[in-house]
């Protein structure tokens, strides 16, 4: 049978390609050439984009000489803080924003604001950061962990059979910039009357089919501490679209106060004083996270670039096995994360990827909660803290048993972190890397 010089090129690329591992070079592991010399290095994004404005911003605040955001003697209003709320409220889609001193203190006062104490539970991820657990805590609740799926976020389907009567408050919290399944989510807490929170302290900037992660839940916050998309090395911000949870969000994080610029924000008070805390940010911070919040759909959109050529360098790679991902397009693009069959595997990948200069690491920024000594222990700031003393709070177990899926999952996953900075050279040696490895680390468990 004849064959044309097309149809045979075609076949011999396709054969090439699947004798690919063959006559792959070897790994630098193994001794062979790394792809880089140079281990690439993923940075903090928001200083990479400091310049003029962020300092325009802090000046012009030392010069009025009115640091505090009501009031000082100096001549001149910067109101950043404000001009903060108003900018950020408009960019997540929510009728109001309130800035706050961390993400941690966002929680507090997200929590304060929907009235969570000692009786109600609260449903959190087992794998997310402290603050997550610690708030519901210092509200005198009682945290309830639900199992992770693959995309490393809540999983809606343990939700459900961790509600219990008291539970007044699912946290989705949207991990390492990837949104949570929300339609699912949502429908599970309608379904049952129970409210949402919208962690989104590692995914500012992101979205869930088209909406900005922090306006689909009753009310939502953001961290903007050095990690996070843009910061100004501390500071937090809560929004929501509900008048009633804005007012006590804003008394609660100033001793209970409410102050007429907030007041004229949402039109007239309905509440009335009760013990809050000071949680307000300074004009200093508010200046630099107003300069950088107008550079966070820059920022976005070039990190999620960058992310995108690498999703595309590796399509179809043999055994591809991604993060899963409720959203491709609103995905921050944090890391590019890909599964294993096993821990030992995906531990024989680090230690590859590394060797290739492309390091790659288990996912981070959080802790598997439930398995802390001090979470087992119950260890509070007194040993008769609400949260634990009742019936309920007496009989919960946490420890490894409570979130066996979540140990699993995160013990076979590894990414490489991305940069909004990163250059094509950069992404080019990320999907080279891990063209290189990924393959023969997936035939080896075959
Ligand atoms: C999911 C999550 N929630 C809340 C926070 C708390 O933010 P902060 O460090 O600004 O207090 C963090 C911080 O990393 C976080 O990752």
Redesign the pocket.
């Known amino acids: 049978m004849g064959i044309d010089r097309r149809t045979f090129l075609a076949a011999s690329a396709a054969a090439a390609g699947a004798r690919g591992a063959y006559s792959a070079p070897q790994l630098a592991i193994d001794g062979g050439k790394p792809v880089r010399d140079k281990p690439l290095r993923a940075d903090y994004w928001g200083p990479e984009y400091y310049d003029d404005k962020e300092r325009r911003e802090l000046l012009e605040v030392l010069e009025t000489g009115r640091p505090f955001r009501w009031y000082g003697s100096g001549s001149g209003r910067p109101e950043k803080v404000a001009t903060f709320e108003r900018e950020f409220a408009a960019r997540m889609q929510t009728k109001y924003a309130l800035a706050v001193t ?6 507090q006062t997200a929590l304060a604001a929907l009235g969570i104490g000692p009786g109600d539970e609260v449903i959190l991820p087992a794998w ?5 657990f610690n708030t519901i805590v210092h509200a005198g609740a009682l945290p309830v962990f639900a199992e992770i799926d693959e995309s490393f976020n809540i999983d809606p389907d343990d939700i459900e059979s961790k509600i219990t009567p008291q539970t007044k408050l699912i946290m989705a ?3 390492q910039g990837n949104p949570c399944d929300m339609d699912r989510v949502l429908a599970v807490a309608r379904r049952h009357g129970i409210k949402v929170l919208e ?1 989104c ?2 995914s500012v900037g992101a979205s869930y089919k088209g909406r900005p992660l922090g306006s689909m839940g009753d009310i939502a ?1 953001y ?3 050095l ?2 998309t843009i910061t100004a090395g ?3 911000a809560v929004v929501t679209s509900d008048p009633l949870l804005f007012e006590r969000a804003a008394r609660f994080h100033d001793l209970g106060n409410f102050h007429a610029v907030h007041e004229k924000v949402v039109g007239k008070r309905q509440g009335d004083w009760f013990i809050g805390t000071n949680f307000r940010m300074s004009e200093f911070t508010g200046g630099v996270l107003l300069a950088q919040l107008r550079k966070l759909d820059t920022i976005v959109a070039a990190v999620r670039a960058n992310a995108r050529q690498v999703y595309e360098g590796i399509q179809g790679l043999e055994g591809l096995r991604l993060r899963l991902r409720p959203d491709p397009d609103g995905e921050l693009g944090s890391a590019v994360f890909l599964g294993f069959r096993s821990k030992a595997l995906r531990d024989r990948y680090i230690e590859a990827m590394k060797a290739e200069g492309v390091p790659a690491a288990p996912p981070g ?2 802790v598997i909660l439930p398995v802390q000594p001090h979470i087992i222990n119950k260890v509070t700031v007194h040993p008769n803290w609400p949260s634990f003393t009742s019936e309920r709070g007496r009989a919960i177990r946490y420890g490894p048993e409570c979130c066996p899926r979540t140990l699993d999952i995160l013990g076979r996953f590894a990414g490489v972190a991305m940069d909004p900075k990163f250059t094509a050279r950069d992404i080019a040696d990320v999907v080279a890397a891990i063209r290189k490895v990924y393959p023969r680390i997936v035939r080896a468990e075959a």
């Open positions: 961390s993400g941690t203190a966002a929680l997310t950061w402290h603050s997550c919290v949207h991990l962690d302290a590692q916050i961290s903007l501490q990690n996070k501390e500071g937090g920024g959080s």
